[in-house]
Each structure stands twice: as structure tokens, then as C-alpha cells.
């Protein structure tokens, strides 16, 4: 194809090797490394001018580099008079992040690091465990800790969830700030008030947590992108942030075909969304296949106890299957996890976009299992799997997880082995749409039928 | 109408803390509660605890860690743009050293400018204006269409030679032509000769073949440059030095940067001392080196700010240092 280039940053070589592959170009040769002071540098081997760029680039591993290395290399293309830039961004960085100290606490990663074998069936992130002293006010962990809890202090006390709901465990640490910059550096500096269950300081002031959507976009269209092709966007409005064409492909397409194809009596399965926010996913998929569906909905509440309440009361009604209590001196939040629909003896497909600290699907996974289904299928298109995730997905209810290349995955296949684990190639379909993109012929062919 | 009175809300980023500390103390305020995190999938996320609404906003973060540069650049990027979501008067980026400030021209086809990548970047995030300190090219001000303050570490600088050197036999030598201006200040506000070494560079960060122009026999010369990296280029503007003659060398660097393996060539080298200031963390660096001083310029960010809020002239800061 005249004047068609495709770049690739350092974040995903193999799956730009493939989408040259399926193009059938040579890879444009981008040499990138790093000053001696750590700063990005690039040099674009061959000649860009007049061409029509494409640079790949997925916001994985360390996304701050990924993301800083993509606006160079296209700011760099454009100086070097390239006619347009698309950036290709199987993952887009930063699509996912909570919206509320609240929401931190439970799909954000509270992670305080446990042993490694201590990862258990049940999923529970780990505790400091019930001996470290009351009040304290410094916070301690376990000796193998480079993760600090980024559990946005609810109140001073950290998230945890009870391991069966007729367990009680009182969460007996407190740290004065949260602890920030959960793996490289430096929490001294960071200088936030302690904060109550509604996220609000003693001044009265919520704390908020930016969300960082609109700048990315700015940044982007900033270094000179003309164009994005993506995949799954975890919010279909972050097309809307733009003022270039976003061109947002889905996987939907691969996922009902591995669902069609490699698991017996697929009518017989059930298609379950690990959180309200994912139904519509979810059912669009039941929809496709023609089978049923289920949902796992949590709830968190803050309510005001006087003495800390009986867990073993509150979750012995029929729905609540799993409850998560955080306490706090006087505020209690009260988390429960229930299932809506019918899942006994049946197959389990967890349909989600993205997994990343993979307690939401965990967690719904063992709440399947109690819930008396057979086997559990996690259909993911995003395996993050930060942190310990991939250790705690082994240890896990799931007995097979299916995802895609969208960000490299060999790391975790070395982990999870064949027999549990799968990956579904989405070379195919960036290429094809780059093909199209170049060519200027329809895109929205690929969305239902894949290729 | 005028405007009604605000107030400086200082943020630190997660670069310097030390620093911050030392501005918040010097301005007499307590740094605002703002923060900045890293989930465990490597993004970062910024948490506000206190409103800057109509607020004054001074967001402190340096351009350094070999590892972390990348990681600050968004943060700071992250911060500005939580500050403007919160409706913030200004917002003004402090950026001591200020990131990939030596990709400044496309010296090669297809490189990248970088720096004026950031000055669009931190625009877009919704900066209002920017202060840095001694820029590697005094012209990265105009990849900004924002004012920026490129206040220098010059008055510092002097100060610390009246302090500790005698005239008399004293000679200030840039250890490359690019930094020649500089020196030729220096020497010419202390009245002493002046001398340059030539370098010959073929790839970035390694120096091959260097010539002194001047004659430096029997004096105390004192190396001057914006920054120190791999240090390579001050270890051998020493030797060549002290080849001709010099008595002892002293290098006197405004950002040293110090990665890899400098400090070790800097303990090996023949450099009697290099001293630094602290736009960037030098604590690790003090330990392992102790060739190493420190000046404090806290004083002159601080003071800068204060100025700006006011509305005052910065430029007196250009040539006095703040008490």
C-alpha cells in the first residue's frame, strides 16, 4: 500500500509486528530509548513526509512512559511533515479510572500486598490481619508490601471485605494520609486530611479525584493526532471528549465467536456482568448468542452505627451472598454483593471490558461457584491484570480466562499456562481497519462482524 | 473593578518534596492538600482535599528520576488540569528544571522537539504561566505562548564564589562553547578573566575531543554550566585544566542531574568539589559523593512567587538574592 506506515512504540512490539504482518508492510524502524537522565528520546528511521502514519501504541506497563513516548513520536512525525497521524491505542490509558474516593476503594486495587501463597479461592484482598494494634497511626504492612494500599482512607480505616459474611473482622489500622504512589515512589510529600466515609475532610470539603479524560484527549490532539482508532472504550463518551475522529472498534465480534466456538452447549451457558456498569455489554452479547443472563450488582452504603454492627445479621438475607464492611469510628459502610438471576448448575460466561486489579471478577466468580455454577468462563477484552492480579486470578473460582492481545500477555500465559488461560489475536481487525482507514472505505463493517 | 484579593495555594508534586517544603516554609503557608497517587496499573490519579477555587495556584514540580521523569511530566499535567477543573484563577507551573529542556531543535531529520512538545502540553493542560530556572536555551521561552519567568542561579552563584574563593587568582571557565555567554557574565561581574574549552561531541552524552582556549596556569578555575548529567564533560573539562596548569578545579552546575554512574566518575575525577543547587533532589546524591555541596534556592522560587502574586517585578530577582 503507497505512502502507509506504521510505527510502533515500545509499549506492544509484537502486536505491531502482526499488524504489519497481516498488512503485509514492513514495520516503519522507530529506534527509541532513553537519556541517561531518563528523558524519552526517539529517532524515526525512514522518511515520513507526505505519508499516512500510523503509530501503535497500547497504554500498558508503565503507561506514563507509553503515553509520553506516543506524544513524541507523534509530535515527532508531524514536524517531519507526515500528511496524518493516526495513533492506534488497542488500550486507551487512563479510560478507566474511579470517579470517587468511594469507587477507589472497591474497583480501584486495594491492594495491600499479601504473600504469595496466600492467595485464596475466595479472593479477599489481603489484611494486615486482626493483630496490629488499634489506632495506631502508622501504617504497617507485611513484609513483602511494594504495594501500600491506595484505599482512598475512608475515614482513616482501609477497605476490606470479609471473608465469609458470618465472619466479623474490624479493619484496626489507620494511616493519617493515604498512602499514595502505590508502586514507584515517594508518598512523604503527599499531603491530604483524613476523610470520613462520604469522602468529605473536616473542613467539610469532599475530596474529589480528577478524572483525567479530557486532558488525554487535549494532550493527544496537542502533540498533533489527526485520528484514533481504539478498542472497547470503557465509556463510549470519551469519543465525545475528542474533536478528531475516534474510531472505536469492539471485540464483541471475537468474543461470541470463541463463545460459538469452543464452548460446548453455548445455548445452555449463562452470560453474567460482574457489575451493573457492564450489563449493557454483557446483554448485548446474550442478545447475539440467543442465551441468558445474569448480573451481579454491589451496593455500598454509608450508614451511621453506634456500635459496630453484626456482619452475620445484616448478610443472612437470601440475596447478600458476600458483604464488605468498612468501619470506621463512627461512620460504617456496608457493601453488598447479590446476584440477580439463576446461575445453579449452569455455565458461567463473565463478560467484562477490562480487568486490571481482577477483584470485581474474582470476586463475582466465587459468588458464582457459591451460587452452585458449574464452571466459569472470564471473557475480558483489557487483561490489565496489575499488581499481584494474575496470582489472584490463578488462586481464583475462574477456571478459564479468555482475553485479548490488546496489551502483551505471554508474562501471563507463562502464569496461568494453556489450559487456563487464552488469548484472542485483535491484530487482524486493527489491521483491517488501518487498511480501511487508509484506504478510506468503511469501518463500521468490523464492529458487528469482526474479522 | 478590581479584582477580589486571593490567596497563594502552593502544591507539591511528588518530584522534590524537600524542596516544596522549603518554599512553603520560606512563604509561610502550609502546602495545600493536594495530591497526586499511582493506581496499581501505573496511572496516575490526583486527589484535591481543599478548594482553589479563585485561588492563586503554584504547582512545584522538577524535572528529574531516571526512572520517574516520564511518571512527574504527567503528574504535573495532571495536577494543572485538576487545578483548572476546580476553577482556579491561575495556575502556575514551577518547574525548576524544566523536562527535555535539551531536545530544542530538530538537529537531525525527524527528531523530535520535545521541549516545545511540553510547553504545548503544559498549555493545553491549562497553565497560565510557568517559572523555571536557568533554561538549557534562554529561547524555550518562546515555544510558550504563556509569560514564562526563566529566573537564573546566577546571584546565587557569585554569592557563593565571594564567599569562598579570592579573586586574585581565580579564572571561570564554560566547559563548552554554548555556555560562553553565561561565563562571560560571571567573569564580568567578578572581574576576573574568562577561559573556554571547545568540545567536539558525536553523540549526545558522550564527549570525544576537547581544546582550552585561554590560559589557566597557576589559577583556581571554577567550571561553570546549566547542568550536570553524566558528568563526563566536567570530569574532562578537569583533567585538561589541571593538564594546563590549573591549581585546583571547581565545577559550579545549577541542575545537577547526576545519572547513571556520575557520581562515582565525579569521585574519581580530579574536580577538588562540585556544587550544585537544588532544582532536583540531591540527597541520595550527597551521601554517595562527597565532592557534593548544595545551594539552597528556595529562597529565589519563593520569592518569585510572591512577587507574581503580587504583581511586582521579578526581574530584581535576576541579580539579588532574596534575604
Redesign the interface.
Known amino acids: 500500500m503507497r505512502d502507509l506506515v506504521v510505527l510502533g512504540g515500545s509499549s506492544h512490539p509484537s502486536l505491531t509486528r502482526t499488524i504489519c504482518r497481516n498488512l503485509t508492510i514492513e514495520q516503519g524502524e522507530v529506534s527509541s530509548r532513553?537519556?541517561?537522565?531518563?528523558?524519552?528520546?526517539?529517532?524515526?528511521?525512514d522518511?515520513?513526509r507526505e505519508k499516512d502514519v500510523f503509530i501503535v501504541q497500547s497504554g500498558c506497563?508503565?503507561?506514563?512512559?507509553n503515553?509520553?513516548?506516543l506524544?513524541?513520536?507523534i509530535?515527532?512525525?508531524k514536524?517531519?511533515s507526515a500528511k496524518r497521524v493516526t495513533a492506534v491505542l488497542p488500550l486507551f490509558?487512563?479510560s478507566r479510572?474511579p470517579d470517587s474516593?468511594h469507587a477507589?476503594g472497591l474497583t480501584?486495587?486495594p491492594?495491600i500486598s499479601t504473600k504469595k501463597e496466600q492467595y485464596t479461592y475466595e479472593s479477599v484482598p489481603g489484611t494486615p490481619g486482626p493483630f496490629v494494634s488499634k489506632n495506631s497511626d502508622t501504617f504497617t504492612s507485611d513484609s513483602d508490601s511494594h504495594?501500600p494500599p491506595?484505599t482512598?482512607n475512608l475515614g482513616g480505616k482501609s477497605v476490606f471485605s470479609g471473608l465469609k459474611p458470618q465472619v466479623e473482622r474490624t479493619q484496626s489500622y489507620s494511616s493519617k494520609?493515604?498512602?499514595?504512589?502505590?508502586?514507584?515512589?515517594?508518598?512523604?510529600?503527599?499531603?491530604?486530611?483524613p476523610?470520613d466515609a462520604y469522602g468529605k475532610?473536616e473542613?467539610g470539603?469532599k475530596?474529589?479525584?480528577?478524572?483525567?479524560g479530557?486532558?488525554i484527549a487535549?494532550?493527544l490532539?496537542?502533540?498533533g493526532a489527526d485520528r484514533l482508532i481504539t478498542m472497547d472504550l470503557h465509556d463510549p463518551q470519551f469519543q465525545g471528549f475528542f474533536n478528531i475522529p475516534v474510531d472505536n472498534l469492539y471485540s464483541r465480534p471475537l468474543l461470541k465467536h470463541y463463545i460459538l466456538d469452543y464452548i460446548p452447549n453455548y445455548q445452555e451457558c449463562v452470560i453474567v456482568s460482574p457489575d451493573s456498569g457492564g450489563a449493557k455489554r454483557a446483554t448485548a452479547v446474550a442478545d447475539a448468542i440467543g442465551c441468558s443472563f445474569a448480573l451481579i450488582h454491589k451496593e455500598r452504603r454509608a450508614k451511621v452505627a453506634k456500635n459496630p454492627p453484626s456482619t452475620a445479621a445484616s448478610s443472612s438475607s437470601v440475596p447478600m451472598s458476600a458483604s464488605n464492611t468498612i468501619l470506621s469510628s463512627s461512620n460504617t459502610m456496608v457493601a453488598t454483593t447479590m446476584l440477580v438471576g439463576d446461575v445453579r448448575d449452569k455455565v458461567c460466561v463473565l463478560i467484562d471490558d477490562l480487568v486490571?486489579?481482577s477483584y470485581t471478577i474474582t470476586r463475582a466468580a466465587k459468588l458464582l461457584k457459591d451460587q452452585g455454577a458449574k464452571y466459569v468462563y472470564a471473557l475480558v477484552t483489557h487483561g490489565?491484570f496489575?499488581?499481584d492480579?494474575i496470582n489472584r486470578v490463578n488462586k481464583s473460582a475462574i477456571d478459564k480466562v479468555i482475553t485479548t492481545n490488546s496489551v502483551p500477555q505471554s508474562e501471563r500465559m507463562k502464569v496461568l499456562g494453556s489450559d487456563k488461560f487464552e488469548v484472542l489475536d485483535v491484530s487482524r481487525i486493527l489491521a483491517e481497519s488501518i487498511r480501511r482507514i487508509h484506504n478510506g472505505e468503511s469501518v463500521s463493517m468490523l464492529f458487528d462482524h469482526g474479522w | 473593578m478590581p479584582a477580589t484579593p486571593n490567596s497563594i495555594k502552593l502544591i507539591g508534586g511528588n518530584s522534590h518534596p524537600e524542596l516544596c517544603e522549603k518554599v512553603s516554609k520560606k512563604l509561610g503557608l502550609s502546602l495545600a492538600k493536594v495530591g497526586a497517587f499511582q493506581y496499581t496499573n501505573k496511572e496516575t490519579a490526583v486527589a484535591v482535599g481543599e478548594s482553589v477555587r479563585d485561588e492563586d495556584v503554584y504547582i512545584i514540580q522538577t524535572g528529574c528520576g531516571e526512572q520517574d521523569i516520564n511518571d512527574f511530566v504527567m503528574e504535573l499535567l495532571i495536577i494543572i488540569n485538576a487545578c483548572k477543573i476546580a476553577s482556579a484563577r491561575r495556575i502556575t507551573a514551577v518547574v525548576p528544571n524544566f523536562p527535555y529542556a535539551r531536545q530544542d531543535k530538530k538537529d537531525k531529520s525527524r527528531a523530535p522537539i520535545t521541549a516545545k512538545l511540553m510547553a504545548n502540553l503544559l498549555q493545553t493542560a491549562g497553565c497560565n504561566h510557568v517559572i523555571t530556572m536557568d533554561l538549557h536555551a534562554s529561547q524555550i521561552q518562546g515555544f510558550f505562548r504563556v509569560p514564562v519567568d526563566n529566573l537564573y542561579a546566577e546571584p546565587s552563584v557569585l554569592r557563593y564564589i565571594t564567599n569562598n574563593f579570592d579573586k586574585k587568582d581565580l579564572i571561570i571557565v564554560s566547559p563548552d562553547a554554548g555556555g560562553a555567554k553565561r561565563v562571560a557574565s560571571i567573569a564580568d561581574k567578578l572581574d576576573v578573566q574568562f577561559a573556554l574549552i571547545h568540545k567536539e561531541r558525536q553523540k549526545a552524552n558522550e564527549v570525544s575531543r576537547m581544546v582550552l582556549v585561554g590560559d589557566v596556569s597557576d589559577k583556581v578555575c571554577i567550571l561553570i554550566d546549566d547542568m550536570a548529567d553524566t558528568c563526563g564533560t566536567l570530569c574532562k573539562a578537569a583533567d585538561i585544566l589541571l593538564d594546563n596548569g590549573a591549581q585546583k578545579v571547581v565545577a559550579m552546575v545549577t541542575h545537577g542531574i547526576m545519572s547513571s554512574n556520575a557520581t562515582e566518575k565525579l569521585n574519581n575525577s580530579k574536580l577538588d568539589r562540585i556544587v550544585c543547587t537544588n532544582s532536583l533532589p540531591l540527597n541520595d546524591k550527597l551521601a554517595q559523593c562527597p565532592k557534593l555541596e548544595v545551594i539552597d534556592i528556595a529562597p529565589t522560587l519563593a520569592e518569585a512567587i510572591r512577587r507574581l502574586h503580587n504583581g511586582e517585578s521579578v526581574s530584581y530577582l535576576f541579580n539579588n538574592i532574596p534575604e
Open positions: 532513553k537519556f541517561s537522565n531518563g528523558e524519552t528520546s526517539l529517532e524515526i528511521q522518511s515520513v506497563g508503565d503507561v506514563n512512559d503515553f509520553i513516548e506524544l513524541i513520536m509530535a515527532a512525525c514536524t517531519a490509558p487512563y479510572q474516593p477507589a480501584g486495587a491492594s504495594t491506595p482512598l494520609f493515604f498512602t499514595p504512589k502505590s508502586i514507584v515512589t515517594n508518598s512523604a510529600s503527599t499531603n491530604l486530611p476523610v475532610t473542613s470539603y475530596q474529589w479525584i480528577a478524572q483525567n479530557t486532558l487535549n494532550l490532539v496537542t502533540a486490571d486489579t490489565v496489575s499488581g492480579a
